[in-house]
């Protein structure tokens, strides 16, 4: 079986990896010469752990073309391109329909998967778009950027929403090496399965960070109240880190479009509404501290560690780091960063000076903020930050710091 592939980003190259390293032949397209010529010559347009050498042993090597038709004609294709926020918080599912009808055009009655997060109905949506002339299935994705090639490999359940047992019994069979749970469904539930379970992570997160801002009044400490939490098997302890807010290219983007889908039907979703605004508040609370502690921000020195929007990725869509700098550039602060693997930043942030080591962007700092959780900012405690900076001032939504000595201790 030829597996097919239309978009080379996270998703879709995690996606080829996997079916790669499984020995299925696999056809990668996108419409961004410039990655594709990069793919050709071997390297990859993002970081991520493992992915180079998971292509570098496939025994049938990935083809990498821009040639969609190429991707198209594959026994089963995988529809991983983007889809952004609109304006209106509604998903942007341009690129869906332009690969949708490529491929209906060129491979009429082909398998069409949408392994990209679309809307509840889209499949159904899509295949009147087409005119009925593609089979199209849905098969979320739940990869973490930073172990996506792990998460493709051994995803913790594979979820197939199908309309037509035909395709259902395809995409079974594509999957049957891979011993975990499998949810099979009707299209509209399995799109909804991604939407509400992104949306339930991101709010987990926006509950702890009210939890954590009542702590800080009270005098709680929040860490050990996560902890307590998270010890029951109900709760999890995982997503409940307090932090600067959640990000990335896919929480902000899938919670808008969700309670955007809620609205459209009558059935406005009030809990994430209320994370969304959580959210909002906690993005800002590094500036809002910022400024308490450090009055006008204007010719302030401010060092941030850390601009990808987790670690382990070089991804900085949605990062809250990047609402920092800009408010700070705003207020005309002088800013250094280090991030050890974000290469770039774009140009609106040319005055950001980066920094080859997180002790660099201290020098001569009124104040640090550590954005994200790397693991090398953990082995610097407040001693030897204070030591390389002019000021006192560490903000660490992160708790890197106070983790970082209950690791100590
Ligand atoms: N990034 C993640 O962690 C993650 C996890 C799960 C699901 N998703 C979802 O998967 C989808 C893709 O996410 P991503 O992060 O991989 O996106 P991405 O932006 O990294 O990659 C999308 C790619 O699609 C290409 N493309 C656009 N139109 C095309 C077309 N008509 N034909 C071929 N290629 C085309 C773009 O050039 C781009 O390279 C999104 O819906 C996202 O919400 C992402």
């Known amino acids: 079986m ?28 996108d419409v961004d010469e410039k990655k594709i010529a990069l793919l050709q010559s071997g390297k990859l347009p993002f970081f991520e752990e493992g992915m180079s050498e998971v292509f570098a042993a496939a025994s049938i090597p990935v ?107 395809v995409l079974l069979d594509v999957y049957r090496e891979v011993n975990v749970p499998v949810v099979s469904t009707n299209t509209i539930t399995a799109e909804m399965i991604k939407y509400a379970s992104n949306s339930f992570l991101a709010t987990k997160i926006s509950f702890i960070n009210d939890i954590a801002n009542l702590c800080d009044v009270i005098g709680a400490d929040v860490q050990s109240v996560a902890k307590g939490m998270g010890l029951d098997d109900r709760i999890g302890a995982k997503f409940l880190q307090p932090g600067p807010g ?13 309670m955007h889908l809620g609205e459209s039907v009558g059935v406005p979703l009030r809990i994430l509404e209320a994370a969304s605004a959580v959210n909002a508040d906690s993005q800002r609370m590094p500036y809002v501290k910022l400024v308490d502690s450090l009055g006008d921000l204007h010719g302030k020195r ?78 610097f405690d407040r001693v030897t930050i204070l030591a390389a900076m002019s000021g006192t001032c560490i903000i660490d939504p992160r708790y890197v710091l106070k983790r970082s000595e209950v690791m100590v201790q």
């Open 2 to 29: 030829t597996i097919g592939i239309l978009g080379t980003g996270y998703v879709g190259l995690a996606t080829a990896a996997s079916f790669a390293a499984r020995g299925f032949a696999v056809v990668c397209a």
């Open 63 to 169: 083809v990498f073309t821009v040639d969609l038709t190429a991707a198209c004609q594959c026994d089963i294709v995988f529809c991983c391109v983007g889809t952004p926020s609109a304006a209106d918080g509604s998903a942007d599912l341009s690129f869906v329909q332009s690969a949708a009808q490529t491929c209906a055009d060129v491979a009429p009655n082909a398998i069409f998967v949408l392994k990209s997060t679309v809307p509840p109905g889209t499949a159904r949506a899509m295949t009147q778009y087409v005119n009925g002339k593609l089979r199209i299935a849905a098969n979320p994705e739940f990869l973490r950027e930073g172990c996506a090639v792990q998460d493709a490999l051994n995803p913790s359940r594979i979820v197939i929403g199908a309309d037509q047992e035909s395709v259902l019994l």
């Open 246 to 258: 959640y990000g990335g290219s896919c929480f902000p983007k899938d919670v808008r479009a969700l």
């Open 302 to 379: 401010v060092a941030v560690w850390g601009l990808a929007f987790k670690p382990g990725t070089d991804d900085i869509r949605d990062a809250p780091a990047l609402g920092l700098l800009r408010q700070l550039l705003i207020d005309g602060s002088v800013v250094t960063a280090y991030d050890p693997l974000v290469v770039s930043l774009p140009t609106e942030f040319a005055a950001v000076a980066r920094c080859s080591t997180p002790i660099d962007a201290l020098q001569n700092a009124d104040a640090l903020v550590i954005m994200t959780d790397w693991k090398e900012f953990f082995a």
